[in-house]
């Protein structure tokens, strides 16, 4: 049921905002002295709601894209739906079916350059999905008021007003703060970055860990007071397990495998609290530690079976994690295949700082399988 939270909620929205919609055309129309509307006109509006919810959540989303696009930053992947585009190894966006329904409400990925003024400009973010949809609201709305009555009485139009009132319920609802299926509503994240506290102090932490990672920072670079400070701090918040995968990162890179296996025992513990859609990445990397250092490789196929793989999972994850298995197990041709795989899909890893991390670990990989093969 957690999974199909933020879908539900979407969903809920998308309905309510019908009927707001629909009041509100039915009003206008009642008012500008038209005929009722008959039957096929309410099928056809019914028929048209999943297109009316899709471009109202599209432009919010496009909202939070086009604000993240005037602080510098550089779209990753956007979500509306069952619809996806990825950015790809080369550089472009490309169109993907999404088929995760913890992310079917509605998705944008967009991170900055460098850590300067993360958390003005995150709150910039932040705000353009809301004024994306209030913005299409007036459009909308704007637009349906100034047709004449005969076109208000079209479906065309019936779906315009349709549209516009689900972004104004997206407006309204994504301002309340909430946490819901381990994201954020916008309203909680403008809070959050608006006012001084331990939460603003925990999110800003993360944040700069994200971006430095994503820049190619190693994890052993990362200021390791930095992340303690915030693991410290007394708040509970989705963002501590992050602050915790950030902390294994930093000691496994440093060659410190025993305090990173603590770090990721605390991800661990709250990893089910995180989005759905990116609880998968969390398992692999736990199947992967276990493989790889602490040559569990029943520990590791556990973890590995409770990952549902998605198309927000790091491409290189899977290999990597049968890489280790196989060198665990002796299968020195299995561990290079899965390792040479691994090393292909780098390149599209979002954090190109880990990736520098395990590019050493599966190069190091091969040459034990090559080592093992002429033996």
Same mark, same amino acid.
């Given at each position: 049921?957690?999974?199909?939270?933020?879908?539900?909620?979407?969903?809920?929205?998308?309905?309510?905002?019908?009927?707001?919609?629909?009041?509100?055309?039915?009003?206008?129309?009642?008012?500008?002295?038209?005929?009722?509307?008959?039957?096929?006109?309410?099928?056809?509006?019914?028929?048209?709601?999943?297109?009316?919810?899709?471009?109202?959540?599209?432009?919010?989303?496009?909202?939070?894209?086009?604000?993240?696009?005037?602080?510098?930053?550089?779209?990753?992947?956007?979500?509306?739906?069952?619809?996806?585009?990825?950015?790809q190894s080369t550089g472009h966006l490309g169109f993907e079916w999404n088929r995760n329904l913890n992310t079917a409400g509605g998705l944008a990925l967009s991170v900055?350059?460098?850590?300067?003024?993360?958390?003005?400009?995150?709150?910039?973010?932040?705000?353009?999905?809301?004024?994306?949809?209030?913005?299409?609201?007036?459009?909308?709305?704007?637009?349906?008021?100034?047709?004449?009555?005969?076109?208000?009485?079209?479906?065309?139009?019936?779906?315009?007003?349709?549209?516009?009132?689900?972004?104004?319920?997206?407006?309204?609802?994504?301002?309340?703060?909430?946490?819901?299926?381990?994201?954020?509503?916008?309203?909680?994240?403008?809070?959050?970055?608006?006012?001084?506290?331990?939460?603003?102090?925990?999110?800003?932490?993360?944040?700069?860990?994200?971006?430095?990672?994503?820049?190619g920072v190693r994890p052993r670079e990362l200021s390791r007071p930095a992340l303690e400070a915030a693991a410290a701090l007394p708040v509970q918040h989705p963002f501590?397990?992050?602050?915790?995968?950030?902390?294994?990162?930093?000691?496994?890179?440093?060659?410190?495998?025993?305090?990173?296996?603590?770090?990721?025992?605390?991800?661990?513990?709250?990893?089910?609290?995180?989005?759905?859609?990116?609880? &998968?990445?969390?398992?692999? $990397? +736990? /199947?992967?530690?276990?493989?790889?250092?602490?040559?569990?490789?029943?520990? =590791? #196929?556990? !973890?590995?079976?409770?990952?549902?793989?998605?198309?927000?999972?790091?491409?290189?994850?899977?290999?990597?994690?049968?890489?280790?298995?196989?060198?665990?197990?002796?299968?020195?041709?299995? &561990?290079?295949?899965?390792? $040479? +795989? /691994?090393?292909?899909?780098?390149?599209?890893?979002?954090?190109?700082?880990? =990736? #520098?991390? !395990?590019?050493?670990?599966?190069?190091?990989?091969?040459?034990?399988?090559?080592?093992?093969?002429?033996?």
């Open positions: 049921m957690k999974k199909l939270k933020p879908l539900l909620l979407g969903l809920a929205l998308g309905a309510l905002g019908g009927v707001v919609g629909f009041w509100g055309a039915r009003h206008g129309l009642k008012s500008s002295g038209t005929a009722h509307w008959g039957k096929p006109q309410l099928l056809g509006l019914l028929a048209l709601l999943p297109v009316a919810w899709l471009v109202a959540v599209g432009l919010h989303e496009l909202g939070h894209a086009l604000a993240g696009r005037l602080q510098g930053f550089r779209l990753h992947w956007l979500t509306v739906g069952p619809l996806m585009w990825r950015r900055p350059p460098d850590d300067v003024r993360l958390r003005e400009r995150f709150r910039v973010f932040t705000a353009g999905g809301p004024l994306g949809s209030l913005g299409w609201t007036a459009l909308a709305l704007g637009v349906f008021s100034q047709l004449p009555p005969p076109m208000q009485s079209t479906v065309p139009a019936g779906a315009l007003a349709l549209s516009g009132g689900i972004s104004l319920l997206l407006f309204v609802v994504t301002l309340l703060p909430f946490q819901a299926g381990g994201f954020a509503s916008d309203g909680m994240r403008l809070l959050n970055l608006s006012r001084r506290g331990p939460k603003q102090e925990l999110e800003v932490a993360m944040l700069t860990a994200t971006v430095r990672s994503m820049a501590n397990a992050y602050v915790a995968y950030y902390l294994y990162l930093h000691h496994l890179d440093a060659g410190d495998p025993e305090e990173a296996g603590r770090q990721l025992a605390h991800y661990r513990e709250h990893l089910e609290q995180q989005p759905a859609a990116l609880q &998968a990445s969390g398992w692999l $990397e +736990a /199947a992967f530690f276990s493989a790889a250092y602490e040559h569990d490789a029943k520990a =590791a #196929r556990a !973890y590995q079976a409770r990952a549902v793989i998605n198309a927000h999972t790091p491409a290189e994850q899977p290999f990597r994690v049968e890489a280790a298995l196989a060198r665990l197990e002796g299968d020195a041709a299995r &561990a290079r295949t899965q390792a $040479e +795989a /691994a090393l292909r899909e780098l390149p599209r890893n979002l954090s190109q700082g880990s =990736a #520098r991390l !395990y590019e050493e670990w599966l190069r190091d990989t091969v040459r034990w399988a090559e080592q093992k093969a002429d033996t």
